[in-house]
């Protein structure tokens, strides 16, 4: 690969993580080799695990051994992710420590079937943080509505969490002021080191022109059709505006002088679906300090061979906020939108958990057989 990896970071401050994780990257070295890159951390989710498990090999053996006991198959399925989650930490550690904490992490999601219940996403993402027990450890806790509270409680508590699947920028400020006001409570123990909690709050990219476009071209006037393809970008710097305004000020300032870390934008769903659009619009045009792309690996490749390393993020801000204006009066409504991206992304990440336990199963009523 090329030095735009490393430049990435060195140069213009954001962090290139990887959005894929699976056995044989493990064991075959290639994730040292990632890293080595310029990649600086990753991210996982149950499609990514549905993939990797029923996509080789590399799983049988372990899933042979646990399965013969004839337990329940999620509890073999959290056996076999967190095996690879320890493995991904072992090697992003080296980050996690030159960057004194501040980058090197790994994420792993909560079972998505709890995205609407509160209660039971507090409960599975502190059992995570224990279960797994690593330093660089980001638990991914979806952006719902009935998300906020756990996030809160979980910063109150020092653990680093990954805010994912998050559409819409009102939905962004709850999730800013949870992160802040969980620092203000743990920061009430004069002892806490606010320095060791981290967070990224995750908004998925090329949905947004997905869904958005299709709406444009619905309705097909000129005024529709020229604001295609502009949209996701748009939310990108207007979020970006809204984190650097919000990381600023008194408030901020008295968690900073305890050592707290800002809670980064990460630009997720970063692969550019249109192929009319180039393969690298999404980092292009999102790089700034103190923020995270995940990277799937064509467009990690695809940014290493011709993407361009320049500070974009909080450029063109007045003509994103003309973008964002101009959506309703073209009958795009982007609070449904958001609505709909994120019941679509709950239900995928449902669907892709679900259909690896149920594969899960009869390959265990195999082994039985």
Known sequence: MSDRLQDLFVQQGQSPWLDNLKRDYITSGKLVEVRDSGVRGLTSNPSIFQKAIQGSADYDEQFNEIAADGGSIVDDYWSLVIRDIHGACDV????????????????????????????????????????????????KIPGTAEGIAPIEQMIAEGRSINVTLIFSLPRYAEVIDAYLTGLERFAKDPDADLSQVASVASFFISRVDVEVDKRLEANGSDAALALRGQAAVAQGKLAYKLFAERF???????????GAHVQRPLWASTGAKNPAYS??????????????????EPTLEAFADHGTVARRVDADVDESAAVWAALPSVGVDMDDVADQLEREGVASFIGAFDELIEALEDKAAELRS
């Open 279 to 296: 393969d690298v619009l999404y980092v292009d045009e999102l790089i700034g300090p103190d923020t995270v792309n995940t990277l799937p």
């Open 248 to 258: 600023s000020g008194p408030r901020w300032e008295a968690l900073a002088a305890r």
């Open 92 to 139: 992003f550690s080296k980050v996690y420590d030159q960057s004194n904490g501040t980058d090197g992490f790994v994420s792993v999601e909560v079972a998505p079937s709890l995205a609407h219940d509160g209660p039971g996403t507090e409960a599975a993402a502190r059992e995570l943080h224990e279960r797994i027990q690593r330093r660089n450890l980001m638990v």
